[in-house]
């Protein structure tokens, strides 16, 4: 999936008036892609004309430590609201519990895509 990163963008409109399913707006002078609607179709990353558009892959190391950030947080704000340490443990393990489901999810996610990818081949 594309996604802009903001501080590079300079607002210069291309990729919305582009983008063939109009799911690219201005929000604040900076692009900003509505993903539901995106269709993946990578031509906002191929007409930026400043690189501002990016791939997935340049964004993996952040989403991860936005993911521990968040199982940290759930951590602390479960032994806060419960009054007891050991909810600490119990969070921590609904939080990975949430990652392995997730995990499973995409890879048969995939699996039923590598089989669409035969049927189209
Ligand atoms: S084409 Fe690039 S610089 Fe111009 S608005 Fe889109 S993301 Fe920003
Ligand atoms: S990848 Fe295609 S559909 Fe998605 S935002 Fe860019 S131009 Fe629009």
């Not at 906002?44 to 964004?59: L, M, N």
């Amino acid at each position: 999936m594309p996604w802009i990163d903001k501080n590079d963008c300079t607002g210069c409109g291309i990729c919305i008036e582009e983008c063939p399913v109009d799911c690219i707006a201005m929000e604040e002078n900076v692009a900003e892609i509505d993903m539901k609607g995106c269709i993946r179709c990578a031509l906002c990353h191929d007409i930026c004309p400043v690189d501002a558009v990016k791939h997935d892959s340049e964004k993996e190391e952040y989403w991860i430590e936005e993911n521990v950030n968040w199982a940290k947080y759930s951590i602390d704000a479960s032994a806060k609201y419960y009054g007891r340490e050991e909810e600490r443990l119990n969070c921590l393990n609904r939080m990975i519990g949430h990652f392995k489901r997730e995990k499973r999810i995409a890879e048969a996610t995939v699996e039923r895509l590598l089989k669409i990818k035969e049927e189209i081949e």
